[in-house]
């Protein structure tokens, strides 16, 4: 691994972890009580703090206003704005917002780039993606029924999508269709910007995650297209070449997702043993479960600091040789590291004891949305079953007598 690069970055590092602790935490309280927007405009004055360290918009090049930083480095930076539900926002790097960018950056036309990457490197406004959608499975991406049917110089969308995040106040929406129904199913679909203000696009609700239903940023949105007539200039990439995009959005995405997980880790991890230290015992507490605490302690540190070195691992494949070959890095920390947090926030919740189940700590909070994190951009068992079977394909290449 580069150890130039942690070095090079370590002063700003520390600059983000006293604006995360000092002044980004101390919102989240009222956010959990009053919801995204109460928040919302003190966190849009802190990020001019983030562009004083030079971390503003990390994962775009100088030229957009970013920090041009490695896919190593912005997985570093990741770790330390998920010690909190807000930290991503500050530094204009939040889902599924900095997908977008990249996405634009590399395959959007320069109108589209003027338009709409302009401004949201900017911070000016946010963005939403629609690919799921609830009658189709999402562990399946080239098996969608939302349609852009060419009309002339337009595309007219019919579709559902769903758990669109952040379409709740979203100036647009890039929209996964199919485009070439009869084309390999690889090649179907393409992607599509629709502003939020065409006609017949429709948020029909804030879906209600484990009973609740976010607002803005922090929400995921039901979304209805009924004949949304957009021009063919808003395409992103060739039609037909929507599955590749996506794939290629994704892989680096994994990433973000994965080191935001290990910084949720270490903020429960930190909860957990505060909590471990000062909790007053009642008389007779059985040593096993002192015991058992320590061996929960034990057991997160060395899992959060595996799934580390597992992420920075994938990130620095990808940084040299691209997603594709990277692939199966890819799928290994997708399981794993939401594995390992579904497990550090259910121990820390545990040592809580009751308080655990409140907001007055991000745990249940992180508990209600975080779950989810073994479910989207591929449930577990296909990223299992993915790797696996290249495995034992692996294996059947070299022939049985090799395996002897």
Not at 234 to 244: K, L, P, Q, S, W
Not at 361 to 373: D, I, K, S, Y
């Amino acid at each position: 691994m580069d150890a130039e690069s942690p070095q090079r970055l370590e002063p700003r590092l520390a600059a983000l972890r006293r604006l995360i602790a000092d002044e980004v935490v101390p919102l989240e309280g009222e956010m959990f009580r009053g919801g995204f927007p109460a928040v919302e405009p003190r966190l849009l004055a802190l990020r001019g703090r983030a562009r004083e360290i030079g971390l503003f918009a990390p994962q775009l090049p100088g030229a957009w206003g970013g920090a041009g930083l490695t896919l190593p480095e912005l997985a570093r930076v990741g770790e330390v704005l998920g010690w909190s539900p807000l930290g991503h926002y500050v530094c204009n790097c939040q889902a599924p917002d900095a997908g977008n960018m990249e996405l634009l950056l590399r395959h959007g036309s320069a109108e589209q780039q003027r338009r709409w990457l302009g401004p949201l490197a900017r911070g000016e406004l946010r963005s939403c993606f629609g690919m799921t959608e609830p009658e189709r499975p999402g562990s399946n991406p080239v098996w969608l029924a939302t349609t852009a049917r060419r009309d002339g110089g337009d595309y007219v969308l019919d579709g559902h999508k769903w758990f669109a995040s952040g379409a709740d106040g979203a100036a647009f929406c890039i929209v996964m269709a199919v485009t070439e129904p009869g084309a390999a199913p690889h090649a179907r679909a393409s992607m599509l910007v629709v502003p939020a203000d065409t006609a017949g696009f429709e948020i029909l609700r804030n879906l209600p995650v484990m009973g609740e239903a976010g607002t803005g940023w922090a929400s995921h949105g039901e979304v209805r297209l009924r004949g949304v007539r957009v021009p063919a200039s808003h395409r992103i990439g060739d039609e037909g070449a929507g599955f590749a995009l996506a794939q290629e959005r994704l892989g680096p995405g994994r990433i973000h997702h994965c080191m935001r997980w290990i910084g949720i880790c270490e903020r429960a991890f930190d909860l957990m043993c505060r909590r471990a230290v000062a909790r007053e015992l009642a008389p007779g507490d059985p040593l096993a479960s002192r015991q058992l605490v320590q061996a929960w302690v034990a057991e997160s540190r060395a899992e959060i600091d595996a799934a580390r070195l597992l992420v920075l691992r994938a990130a620095e494949r990808i940084e040299r040789e691209g997603a594709a070959a990277a692939r199966d890095d890819i799928s290994l920390i997708k399981f794993h590291v939401a594995g390992v947090m579904q497990r550090v926030l259910d121990h820390a919740l545990q040592v809580h004891g009751a308080a655990g189940l409140l907001d007055d700590t991000p745990l249940a909070f992180w508990w209600r949305h975080e779950r989810g994190a073994r479910i989207y951009d591929g449930p577990d068992e296909v990223h299992k079953t993915a790797v696996a079977r290249r495995i034992l394909a692996a294996y059947g290449r070299a022939g049985a007598g090799a395996r002897r």
